[in-house]
């Protein structure tokens, strides 16, 4: 990377996974393809000596307090207008950087952009994908399901740090072990927020067994529940559409799939009736 004045800063937080070195050296990469500076913070929250990185990456030594407090400490190392962040498992395609820089560039009104998380596994269905078309969601009625995932965001500084940041009762390693980012986007749209998908900017992320891909959904859904309590209104679009979910699934008598929506289903509801904060 040049040494002029960064354009976006990427905060890559890990607890110690060797395969951050990769998911560097990706972002490294798009931003040469792009011919932008990038800042790159790794929030390190091993006790164990982080790997050699490239110079120009800023390692971060936090406390292990959970996702959210990590991303907190990003955010506020971060010394650009937009702060991206994506996990220490995914590789970041190519045109990541320019794709989300072109984003913040043609629409000055966008507080936040976020793409598609695909699986490194050839023919695999993503983890995540709104379409193969841009689509922009604003008012606090949108589904926040279909704008995005935490593993592949981009904000403007300034409408995170006025939103107040990752809520730390959710994320990785808190009370609620998932769902920041659902949290993040509904008070964005609460606050008359812009956000915007692009398939333009993928991340892969590796495939995952029956075992662990069937954890992940539970605790996702278990977040979602958890952070839809505030609103009666996306609870029952929630529900509806894991409704049609499991009817497709007993139609093409699909087990795999109808195990998986019975799985988000009852994750749901147990974060609908948690007591947790």
């Given at each position: 990377m040049?040494?002029?004045?960064a354009?976006?800063?990427?905060?890559?937080?890990t607890?110690?996974?060797?395969?951050?070195?990769?998911?560097?050296?990706?972002?490294e990469?798009?931003?040469?393809?792009?011919?932008?500076?990038?800042?790159?913070?790794?929030?390190?929250?091993?006790?164990t000596?982080?790997p050699?990185l490239?110079?120009?990456?800023?390692?971060l030594?936090v406390a292990?307090?959970?996702?959210?407090h990590a991303?907190?400490?990003?955010?506020?190392?971060?010394?650009?207008?937009?702060?991206?962040?994506?996990?220490?498992?995914?590789?970041?395609?190519?045109?990541?950087?320019?794709?989300?820089?072109g984003?913040?560039?043609?629409?000055?009104?966008?507080d936040?952009?976020?793409?598609p998380?695909?699986?490194s596994a050839?023919d695999?269905?993503?983890?995540?994908?709104?379409?193969?078309?841009?689509?922009?969601?604003?008012?606090?009625?949108?589904?926040?399901w279909?704008?995005?995932?935490?593993?592949?965001m981009?904000?403007?500084?300034?409408?995170?740090?006025?939103?107040?940041?990752?809520?730390?009762?959710y994320?990785?390693?808190?009370?609620?072990?998932a769902?920041?980012?659902?949290d993040i986007f509904?008070?964005?749209?609460?606050?008359?927020?812009?956000?915007?998908?692009?398939?333009?900017?993928?991340?892969?992320?590796?495939?995952?067994?029956?075992?662990?891909?069937?954890?992940?959904?539970?605790?996702?859904?278990?977040?979602?529940?958890?952070v839809l309590?505030?609103?009666?209104?996306?609870t029952g679009?929630y529900l509806?559409?894991?409704?049609?979910?499991?009817?497709?699934?007993?139609?093409?008598d699909?087990?795999?799939?109808?195990?998986?929506t019975?799985?988000?289903?009852r994750?749901?509801?147990?974060?609908?009736i948690?007591?947790r904060?």
């Open positions: 040049a040494g002029g004045r354009d976006l800063t990427v905060v890559v937080c607890l110690g996974k060797a395969t951050v070195t990769e998911t560097v050296d990706s972002i990469t798009s931003a040469r393809a792009a011919g932008r500076d990038v800042e790159l913070v790794v929030v390190w929250q091993a006790e000596a982080p050699a490239p110079g120009s990456v800023r390692v030594p292990p307090r959970g996702l959210s991303r907190n400490e990003g955010l506020a190392a971060a010394s650009t207008a937009l702060v991206g962040f994506v996990d220490d498992d995914e590789v970041v395609d190519e045109r990541w950087v320019s794709a989300a820089l984003a913040f560039t043609a629409d000055g009104r966008v936040g952009v976020f793409g998380v695909l699986t050839r695999a269905p993503p983890y995540f994908s709104s379409g193969a078309e841009p689509r922009i969601f604003e008012g606090r009625h949108r589904p926040p279909v704008i995005g995932t935490g593993g592949n981009v904000f403007r500084r300034e409408a995170l740090v006025r939103a107040g940041g990752f809520d730390v009762r994320g990785a390693g808190a009370p609620i072990g769902a920041e980012e659902t509904l008070r964005l749209l609460a606050d008359r927020g812009r956000l915007l998908y692009t398939p333009e900017m993928p991340v892969y992320h590796p495939l995952r067994g029956a075992r662990d891909e069937l954890a992940a959904r539970r605790v996702y859904a278990f977040g979602m529940g958890a309590r505030r609103s009666p209104v996306l679009k509806y559409t894991v409704a049609q979910e499991l009817g497709r699934s007993l139609r093409r699909q087990a795999w799939r109808r195990r998986r019975l799985v988000t289903l994750g749901f509801v147990s974060g609908l948690s007591r904060p």
